[in-house]
C-alpha cells in the first residue's frame, strides 16, 4: 500500500477500521483479494511477479499491510527482495520482526486485530498502537505528509458519522484526487512535477498510480467485511469473515 489510514480502538462498534490505496505500476500483474489455494486462511489480493502482498487479514484474526519509505537519497542495504514478502510472513502467528533479512526500506503494520503494531526499518521502531486515527504513507508512521493529514482529518469526521454510511465514506475518502501545493510537498528526492504527481490520495497517473482501494470492518462481535475497488476499472471483491476464536 502507499496509503493507509486507520481508525484503532475509537468507534463504539467498530475497533478496527483500516482505508488503505494500493500505488503501483499499472502493468505489475496482481490478482484481486481471494482466499489463498496455498494458504487458505489467508485474505488478500496477490502480486503475481513476486507472490507476496501488500495487505492481508486471517481467519484467526491477524492483519499486515505495508507501505514502502521513498527517501532517494538514501543507498539500500537490502537484497532486492520484494517487501510484499514481509506481508506473507507478518500473517503468521509466530512472525518475529527482529528476524527479518535485508530490505529495502518499508513500513509495517502487523499483529493480531486488537493487538495492532508498527514496525520499519530505517530506524528499527517497533512499537505497539496507541487508540486513535493513524495515517501511514512513505515516511513513517502519522509523518504529516499532505495526503496523511487528509485522510487522517476524512477518517476522523467519518468514524464520527453514522455507522451505516461507513463503507462509502471510506470509499469516498480514497478516491481523494487533489494533489498538495508545492510548498507542502516532501522533499523525497522526486522531481517536483512527480512529488507533486504523486502527493494525492489517489493517484489518478497512466503508468502508475492507484491500483486499488481497500476497507476494512472489524466489528466487536468478530465479524470482518473486506470490500476492494481495483482500478481503473472498478472491479469490486467483497468478502464477509468471522474470526475464528
Known sequence: ???IALAYKV?????????ANRDEFRDRPAQAAHFWEDAPHILAGRDLRAGGTWM???RTGRLAALTNHRDLRRTWSGNGASRGILVRQALAADFDPSSIGDHDGFNLLYG???AIRYHN???SADFALEPGIHGLSN?????????VERAKEAMERVVAGKPEGLMDGLFELLVDSRTAPDDALPDTGLPLATERAISSIFIPGEAYGTR??????VADDGTVRFEER???GLDRVGHTLAILP
Open 1 to 3: 500500500m502507499c496509503l
Open 11 to 19: 468507534h463504539p462498534r467498530y475497533p478496527l477500521i483500516v482505508a
Open 56 to 58: 492481508g487479514i486471517t
Open 112 to 114: 493480531q486485530l486488537d
Open 121 to 123: 526499518n530505517i530506524t
Open 139 to 147: 515516511a513513517f508512521l502519522n509523518t504529516p505528509w499532505p495526503k
Open 212 to 217: 486499488c482501494s481497500t476497507v476494512l470492518l
Open 230 to 232: 481495483s482500478w481503473p
